[in-house]
T-cell receptor
Framework: QKEVEQDPGPLSVPEGAIVSLNCTYS??????FMWYRQYSRKGPELLMY????GNKEDGRFTAQVDKSSKYISLFIRDSQPSDSATYLC?????????????FGTGTQLKVEL | EAQVTQNPRYLITVTGKKLTVTCSQN?????MSWYRQDPGLGLRQIYY???????DKGDVPEGYKVSRKEKRNFPLILESPSPNQTSLYFC????????????FGSGTRLTVV
């Protein structure tokens, strides 16, 4: 069993929809949770970074962590065609750059006009 | 512009022919890492470096070598490439002080025939 599980999709939604992307994990040591966005033929870019349980909002994006369920989510409000990308969750047991990240396999999202 | 630069972007080579993929960052980051990305397997760490002359194996180091002689550069060396090393490769860097987010390069798509 993988440490981090993520539905690969593809997920197709109409423009303006609320999108929910999710990951589950098995390692209870994970404390730091990230979401990366990866456009086609590009490297991943950091979208959201959260610590422990709770919510964090940044514009149209909300990251949610439920450590008791080992479940994290990324919500995208008012989705746009420019949000079409692959979204990767990532987790780490310790803070600070240089600590190993464990990635999900990514969910491919397509937002259609 | 702060960035991680990889070269080449695309490479087709033959089995056994040594090759080097270069990676350079201009952010004075201490930490650098190589990943490979394969469908269904996600991002897997090959090697990482905490600073100059300090390197260590990641999860899938077999068949790869790295060196870190300068802080900005972290080349990935395939001494004798094999077809199972056909993949999309990413270099990433991070400051040891920042909160876990990596900056990724744009990727190198390697095909070994």
């Amino acid at each position: 069993q993988k440490e981090v599980e993520q539905d690969p999709g593809p997920l197709s939604v109409p423009e303006g929809a609320i999108v929910s992307l999710n990951c589950t994990y098995s390692n209870s040591a994970f404390q730091y949770f990230m979401w990366y966005r990866q456009y086609s033929r590009k490297g991943p870019e950091l979208l959201m970074y959260t610590y422990s349980s709770g919510n964090k909002e940044d514009g149209r994006f909300t990251a949610q962590v439920d450590k008791s369920s080992k479940y994290i989510s990324l919500f995208i409000r008012d989705s746009q065609p420019s949000d079409s990308a692959t979204y990767l969750c990532a987790m780490s047991a310790r803070a600070g750059g240089g600590n190993k990240l464990t990635f999900g396999t990514g969910t491919q999202l397509k937002v259609e006009l | 512009e702060a960035q991680v630069t990889q070269n080449p972007r695309y490479l087709i080579t033959v089995t056994g022919k040594k090759l080097t993929v270069t990676c350079s960052q201009n952010m004075n980051h201490e930490y650098m890492s190589w990943y490979r990305q394969d469908p269904g397997l996600g991002l897997r760490q090959i090697y990482y470096s905490m600073n100059v002359e300090v390197t260590d194996k990641g999860d899938v180091p077999e068949g790869y070598k790295v060196s870190r002689k300068e802080k900005r550069n972290f080349p990935l060396i395939l001494e004798s490439p094999s077809p199972n090393q056909t993949s999309l490769y990413f270099c990433a860097s991070s400051s040891l002080g920042q909160g876990g987010g990596y900056t990724f390069g744009s990727g190198t798509r390697l095909t070994v025939v």
